[in-house]
């Protein structure tokens, strides 16, 4: 009974020294096949297969992770590269041989320095995306001006079309609904003196004011189906009244204009 119980108890010690060799083993070839592919500098297969032999080991150690550090660092991976250098300086640290230690270490002003550059490139890709959506927001809320239903029309048997900045000039293209006639008016920025808002009346109201008044020869219109022509009247405005059924419609084109005249 003994000897059965003692055959018993060294085969189940053979089993797990045999699983722990075989863990080992595995782990050596993950990684000597990652030294090789970084040899070859192929940072993916580097890190795949680092990756492995630290499955295979359970842990990382202070090789894999310095290892592991160069392949991000040299693929431009440098916030993972920061974060395996942070497991390193923290934890492993101290297991580290100093040839491991001092090499790993030299990387932590270099990858410290790529972070830094690419958190600065990230931050002004993202001021370029938030600039671009809102000059497409207030490029929105001009051309679709005609279409908003919220809008009031102050002057009778006309439908307005739309607006638009070009050419530093806001143009207001509006159609007289018995002629059919598209007239295109125009001011240009320089001229606008005060953009405002308020509500009087029931109607929420935006104002432009011009500088030097708006001069109807600087008009320009075009009949359905016929070329442009000047129109010559020698009228001169103040400025434009826009009238909106609410308070939300009125504050978004206010804020376009806005937007626009100080472009």
Known sequence: MRTLLFLLVLLINSTITYAQLDKNIKAKLYFVEAEKYFNQNDYEQTIEYVD??????????????????????YNGKFKKAESALNLFINEYHEEATESIKTETLEYFVRIEN?????????????????????HNKMT?????????????????????????????????????????????FKIYWRDVERIYKHYKDNKYIVEIDLEKGYDNSENYRKRVGESYYAKYKRDVYAGWTLNFYDSKSRDDFYDALVYFSNK
């Open 52 to 73: 492995k032999a630290e499955v295979a080991l359970g842990n990382p150690n202070p090789r894999t992770l310095n290892l592991k550090i160069r392949a991000y660092y």
């Open 114 to 134: 790529a972070v830094e550059k690419l958190k600065k490139e990230e931050k002004r890709i993202d001021i370029q995306k938030q600039k671009k959506e809102k």
């Open 140 to 184: 929105n809320i001009l051309f679709n001006f005609g279409k908003n239903k919220k809008f009031r029309e102050e002057y009778s048997g006309v439908e307005n079309l739309g607006l638009s900045s070009e050419g530093g000039k806001l143009i207001r293209d509006v159609k007289h609904t018995e002629t059919g006639s598209i007239y295109k």
